[in-house]
């Protein structure tokens, strides 16, 4: 096992005032029901942003949280990561706006896109320039604000998606607690299965665009399920590895929370028990890069990843892009 160079020393979340439930979606017309949908994913409820609530401040709430949990100033922070496939505005980064919200005045600050996998890319990343002995402290952040960006006539996906933004503070480890085992990988060739088609760059936003909705997220469902878990399984299995640990050293498991069918999937691949496993897409949807996080945080919460905790963390997103991370708490 690996000197851990990089330590998370604290997790926060936040998410939005507003609670939308499976019965909800009866008032906007959507049809589908409370059944189909916890059968099917294993959903009851997802937190959707209201006026005045964004990216930018869904994040600064979380970060704050965090930093005051590990006694952390803005002005500490060298370096602001932000997971997200939803930002406030295509320019300048949301990361920049949340480095101002913060008063973050020493810290570098930008956006990373690697959609569900967002979160964990980023530790993955600052864990990197950490060892570069250049960074000490470093926010990352995994925040959607997803319901400005799926089509509300659309049920194969809006039932699925929610809002939030979890928070982690990462250090320099000091003791033998920290990241043992990273790993990233991408599959572009597959793109296509879960995008926003059309109103970017490549394809400039008309009222055509507009009008049949095709710069909202689209999804072939059954295919980014069969993909989630396949690479979700080879994911854990790279993690074991890297750690030289084997599954009954892991005490939790903190997947993305997309769908408890491919949780329970990906647990049974890895030979962990449910028990061990933690589990809130019943609340709050898929939240995408934000899911990894405030899983995390509501685990930490709980008592349930102390200090001494075993952690692996596996996700899994549009790309696709999909990884694994094991930490010792
Ligand atoms: O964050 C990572 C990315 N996302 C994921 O990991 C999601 C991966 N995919 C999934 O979780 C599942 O594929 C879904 C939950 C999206 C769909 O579940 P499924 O068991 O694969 O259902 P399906 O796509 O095979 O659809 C079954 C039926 C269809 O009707 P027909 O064509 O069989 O008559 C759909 O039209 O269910 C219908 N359907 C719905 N019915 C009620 C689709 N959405 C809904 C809905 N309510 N919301």
């Not at 994040?59 to 932000?82: H, N």
């Not at 959609?115 to 530790?123: D, H, K, R």
């Not at 890895?270 to 945080?297: C, H």
């Amino acid at each position: 096992m690996k000197r851990p160079v990089a330590m998370l020393a604290a997790t926060a979340h936040a998410v939005p005032t507003r609670v939308f439930t499976n019965d909800d979606f009866a008032s906007i017309g959507v049809e589908t029901s409370d059944e189909w949908i916890r059968e099917r994913t294993g959903i009851g409820q997802r937190y959707i942003a209201g006026e005045g609530e964004t990216l930018t401040s869904l994040c600064t709430e979380a970060a704050r949280k965090a930093m005051a949990m590990a006694g952390v100033t803005a002005a500490e922070l060298d370096l602001i990561i932000l997971g997200t496939a939803s930002p406030d505005r295509l320019l300048p980064a949301t990361a920049v706006e949340v480095q101002a919200a913060l008063g973050a005045s020493r810290a570098a600050a930008f956006d990373l896109d690697a959609a569900c996998s967002g979160w964990l890319y980023s530790c993955q990343v600052a864990e990197g320039l950490i060892a570069t002995g250049s960074y000490e402290t470093i926010l990352v952040i995994g925040g959607e604000v997803l319901s400005r960006i799926i089509n509300w006539r659309d049920r194969n996906t809006c039932v699925l998606f929610g809002d939030g933004a979890g928070a982690t503070i990462i250090r320099r480890s000091t003791k033998q607690r920290g990241i043992l085992s990273a790993y990233m990988r991408s599959d572009g060739t597959l793109a296509d299965l879960l995008q926003r088609p059309k109103g970017a760059g490549a394809c400039p936003m008309t009222n055509e665009i507009l009008a049949e909705g095709s710069h909202f997220i689209t999804m072939a469902g059954r295919e980014v399920f069969k993909n989630a878990v396949r690479s979700m399984a080879d994911a854990a299995d790279r993690a074991l590895d890297g750690a030289k640990l084997s599954s009954t050293d892991v005490d939790l498991l903190i997947p993305h929370q997309a769908n408890i069918r491919i949780i329970e999937a990906t647990a049974k691949h890895a030979n962990i028990p449910m028990e061990k496993v933690f589990v809130n897409v019943d609340r709050y949807g898929n939240t995408s890069a934000a899911s990894i996080p405030i899983a995390l945080s509501e685990a930490q919460a709980q008592g349930r990843v102390k200090e001494g905790s075993t952690v692996m963390f596996v996700a899994f997103g549009a790309g696709f892009t999909w990884g694994s991370m094991i930490v010792r708490f």
